[in-house]
């Protein structure tokens, strides 16, 4: 028996043998690219994964017991009611001592901003035009050059922004870091389904239709590449995880990361930061607990009446908005991915998906959503871990989302952003900042992380005593 004739019995035996129903059209190359496709897949687990989230489809249902998660209040409160400066002092240790690494979700394009290339290219600052993926590596190299160490740094990327992330990186000299400590690896993967067949969809005779395995995927790359094995090397024990599209997160917080890792309440395996929401249903995800563990219900899912709840003081009740800014150990990623038990669940969605006809080999562009891709949350996460703390941030300070061209969350709302914040920490300072009737900033103001990456940064810095209605600055 071939090789092939062997693997299209074990195809057989999970329903997926027309995925070789057309080899015999295929030159070498591509006949081994479709192998290798076939190969990666876990065939064993393919009907259990077909039963419960192609052919299944079983809408979620807020626990009976669910209630707001608790916070750790910003320090911006004025009155927190936790020691600020130990947790701090804590963070900064881990920091001056190499056990802390940034992990960065980077496989998304700049499609939605009319942007051909990856999304950490996009120029997003508000005077210089850096990109994100500037803005992020000069904050890790400032942060480590404060506390004398070496902060290593992860890029999750995707098979469709990989190579053009590599040369972009290379070609920028790393914007000022070491390449020996920045480690760029690939998103995992999974095959679309057909919803009524469970057949996994050929986008060509010899391709099989992917899709990424969304963000909770990362926890799986970031062991598979070899990324947490080269963290261990370094000493590397906890992981700060952000998003691409987020140009005021910051990298190395000492606060959150103290909280993470020395909290009596926290596990020191999975933290997230939150802003309040604006809204009852503004649309991000809402962290909560349930049988006594944290979790986060996505807006969707949270039952308009518990939204809506207020408290005494009229404060929404579900009102800690995650930011997809979290920490994790090291020891925790590898435990969810070497033990079945802690697997992340996947999540379903129904799409449009040009394939070919496994019967025909026609090619079919559909007309309504025809197939499923599977991905998997990295929120799904919370709950695993043993006891998961959650840090309120301030907005204005740590979330000024690049999503869209124009609107909520665009660059233009980010950009503004920028300006408001760093307004603040000038204030902060004494300066004198020029404002309009209505609040906002009457200039552009930029400070690059290399000057700060917090308000306190700013105090040893040269500074004009005030800045001028409709200027420019950059510091």
Aim: hydrophobic residues 40%; aromatic residues 6%; charged residues 25%.
């Amino acid at each position: 028996m071939t090789a092939t004739a062997a693997l299209r019995d074990q195809l057989a035996a999970v329903g997926q043998e027309h995925l070789l129903n057309f080899v015999s059209e295929l030159s070498e190359e591509q006949l081994g690219a479709l192998l290798a496709q076939i190969d990666a897949i876990d065939l064993d687990s393919l009907p259990g994964l077909i039963e419960t989230y192609v052919r299944g489809d079983t809408p979620f249902t807020a626990p009976a017991d669910l209630e707001p998660a608790r916070c750790y209040a910003s320090p911006a409160s004025g009155d927190p009611g936790w020691d600020v400066e130990a947790f701090k002092a804590r963070g900064e240790q881990l920091i001056r001592e190499g056990k802390v690494a940034v992990f960065t979700v980077a496989g998304g394009q700049g499609t939605r901003l009319g942007y051909d290339g990856p999304k950490g290219c996009y120029p997003t600052a508000c005077v210089t035009g850096k990109p994100l993926f500037q803005l992020f590596a000069e904050q890790i190299r400032a942060e480590g050059e404060r506390a004398g160490t070496t902060i290593p740094w992860y890029l999750m990327t995707s098979p469709l922004n990989h190579d053009a992330t590599a040369a972009f990186l290379k070609e920028h000299g790393y914007f000022g870091l070491d390449p020996e400590n920045v480690m760029l690896f690939n998103q995992g993967v999974m095959p679309s389904f057909d919803p009524e067949t469970g057949r996994i969809l050929l986008a060509e005779k010899g391709l099989i239709a992917t899709n990424p395995d969304g963000h909770g995927g990362s926890l799986k790359a970031l062991v598979a590449s070899g990324a947490t094995d080269d963290m261990k090397a370094r000493g590397v024990e906890h992981i700060a995880y952000i998003q691409v599209d987020n140009p005021h997160t910051r990298c190395v917080d000492p606060v959150f990361l103290g909280l993470h890792a020395h909290a009596a309440d926290s596990s020191g395996e999975f933290s997230s930061k939150m802003v309040p929401k604006v809204s009852w249903d503004e649309k991000v995800g809402v962290f909560c607990q349930s049988s006594g563990r944290t979790c986060v219900i996505e807006y969707s899912d949270l039952p308009d009446e518990l939204a809506r709840q207020t408290d005494d003081a009229g404060t929404l009740r579900f009102n800690a908005g995650s930011i997809a800014i979290h920490a994790m150990s090291v020891a925790f990623v590898e435990k969810l991915e070497s033990d079945a038990a802690f697997a992340l669940p996947f999540h379903r969605a129904v799409k449009k998906i040009p394939h070919v006809n496994p019967d025909t080999g026609k090619h079919v562009e559909p007309e309504a959503p025809n197939g499923v891709k599977l991905e998997r949350f990295v929120f799904d996460a919370i709950p695993l871990a043993e006891s998961s703390i959650v840090y309120e941030t301030d907005r204005v300070e740590e979330f000024a989302p690049v999503k869209n061209a124009t609107g909520v969350d665009s660059i233009e709302s980010s950009r503004a952003l920028q300006t408001e914040r760093a307004a603040r920490w000038l204030e902060a300072c004494g300066v004198s900042v020029a404002r309009k009737a209505d609040g906002s900033v009457d200039a552009i103001i930029e400070v690059s992380p290399l000057t700060a990456t917090c308000a306190e940064h700013l105090k040893d810095a040269d500074l004009p005593e005030s800045i001028e209605p409709g200027s420019t600055v950059l510091l």
